[in-house]
């Protein structure tokens, strides 16, 4: 049984080949970078020779650029709008029994700072948004002709392996740099912003669910618990044993994306999932990794 993972190189992609290789899945990941096969899943015939030879199982889609900025656009509308299609259209032309996972975002909603469900309505508030809300609908059309796809709306989660430039690691490379010596400030926006901190090796457990089942076809894949970056802070300066408010400055006028994004996830815990590592857990696993 095979499963091909775009976009492999992140911190789900690695979650996922570990669970399918916990479940004897063979898993091809394909990335642009990193110990992957070479490919963009915005390559059309890329995408469909690699679905033709592997004649896979299980495909992820979780290819896209990590920001909603305007600039990258058009990098996440042929990342996520294009390799949408280029996957759909290849499991329907040359592997119909594939099951296809189209990563959705919590960002894609409209929020008023109340729980979202996969029932919320769709704001298309930015670049990044768009090209998710289009995937969704690539996926429910594809779904009409036959094609087993599943939308996962994925909310804010974490890992020690995610990029320097997140706020996650921002917090906690700083406070283990200021242990060891470093006299450095650490500057940052609202840390009154509220989200969700969920671990990633959970999120992905959610998704294979999600994935191994026939009736639920779009969900919320969430904690539904906030926390404040000013929590998270705390929790890892305090492992440390250090007082956070003598290190941290904040960035005077800064406007946030949004003051709350939580989820409602009561269709996903339906199909008996919950996390399982708590937000102090998931510092200690960042902070001694």
Same mark, same amino acid.
């Given at each position: ?24 899945i063979n898993?091809?990941g394909i990335? /642009? $970078?990193?110990d @992957? #096969?070479? *490919?963009?899943v ?8 690699? &679905?033709?030879e ?10 896209a ?27 329907y032309?040359?592997?119909p /029994? $594939?099951?296809? @996972? #189209?990563? *959705? ?10 729980? &979202? ?6 704001e ?15 996926a ?10 599943y ?10 392996l /995610? ?35 969920t ?67 009561s ?22 990794n």
């Open positions: 049984m095979n499963a091909l993972i775009f976009g492999a190189n992140g911190q789900d992609g690695y979650y996922l080949n570990e669970l399918c290789q916990a479940q004897g898993s091809m990335a /642009r $970078s990193g @992957f #096969i070479r *490919g963009d915005s390559d059309y015939e890329l995408v469909q020779q690699l &679905i033709k592997y004649n896979p199982e299980y495909i992820f889609h979780l290819a650029k990590s920001t909603t900025r305007h600039d990258a656009m058009f990098e996440n509308h042929g990342t996520i709008c294009t390799g949408t299609l280029n996957i759909l259209e290849s499991v032309r040359h592997c /029994r $594939s099951k296809v @996972f #189209i990563t *959705g975002s919590g960002l894609q909603f409209y929020n008023d700072g109340t729980p &979202i469900s996969e029932d919320s309505p769709f298309a508030n930015s670049a990044y948004a768009f090209a998710r809300i289009q995937s969704v609908y690539a429910r059309y594809y779904r009409t002709l036959g094609v087993k796809t939308v996962g709306y994925l909310f804010h989660h974490e890992s020690s /995610r990029k320097p430039h997140h706020v996650s690691q921002k917090v906690v490379q700083a406070a283990k740099r200021i242990v060891h010596g470093s006299e450095e400030k650490l500057c940052l926006g609202d840390i009154s912003v509220e989200k969700e901190w671990f990633a090796g959970d999120v992905a457990r959610g998704i294979m669910i999600l994935m191994q089942q026939d009736n639920v076809f779009e969900t919320v894949i969430g904690s539904g618990k906030t926390y404040t970056i000013q929590d998270w802070i705390e929790i890892c300066f305090s492992m440390l044993g250090l007082d956070w408010r003598i290190y941290v400055d904040q960035t005077e006028n800064f406007q946030p994306e949004y003051k709350r994004l939580v989820s409602n996830p269709l996903i815990q339906s199909l008996d999932w919950q996390p399982r590592i708590s937000l102090q857990e998931l510092a200690a696993k960042m902070i001694h």
